[in-house]
């Protein structure tokens, strides 16, 4: 999901229906495994996202609600899928889901303001940056915590091994 951080600005210079395109061909090339099923999930994912978008009167809510979309699609593939291990990620999953959305609310801003001005591009590209910081920091402690936890189940079963011995 965190290629939603590079696709909710693009949303700002090109359609939702180029972006529901694009990426599902960008995953067949690059992905190994499984092409066929991230290739349909994710056209599936833009293409309702794309049908919220287009839902939605307000130019101000369209980013959010195509957000809003691949979420609903995503925890929906999420759930169908990965039933029994979904429960040891919820947290997780509960904040990439609020980082998302949150992003398109920080991109849907640009709506607000009646003209393009320097100022308005230099103050959301300063805006978006530092939320992007913020995220790559949550997602590297939160790739240390699972790597500590890890770590220490290695440790109880060798200490178990040892113990038994």
Request: with cysteine; glycine share 2%; hydrophobic share 55%.
């Amino acid at each position: 999901m965190f290629e939603m951080l590079v696709i909710i600005p693009s949303l700002l210079f090109i359609s939702p229906e180029t972006i529901a395109l694009l990426t599902p061909i960008f995953y067949l090339i690059f992905q190994k495994e499984h092409r066929l099923t991230r290739l349909s999930m994710r056209l599936l994912m833009y293409s309702f996202g794309t049908y919220l978008f287009y839902s939605v009167p307000h130019d101000y809510l369209r980013i959010p609600f195509f957000a809003l979309g691949v979420i609903i699609t995503n925890f929906m593939y999420l759930f169908f899928y990965f039933f029994k291990d979904i429960k040891l990620y919820l947290t997780a999953i509960f904040n990439s889901y609020v980082m998302i959305s949150l992003g398109a609310l920080l991109v849907a801003n640009v709506y607000l303001h009646s003209e393009i001005k320097l100022s308005n591009f230099i103050l959301f590209f300063l805006t978006y940056s530092l939320y992007l910081i913020l995220i790559i920091l949550y997602a590297d402690s939160f790739n240390m915590s699972i790597l500590e936890k890890i770590e220490r189940e290695k440790l109880k079963k060798k200490m178990i091994i040892f113990c038994c011995c």
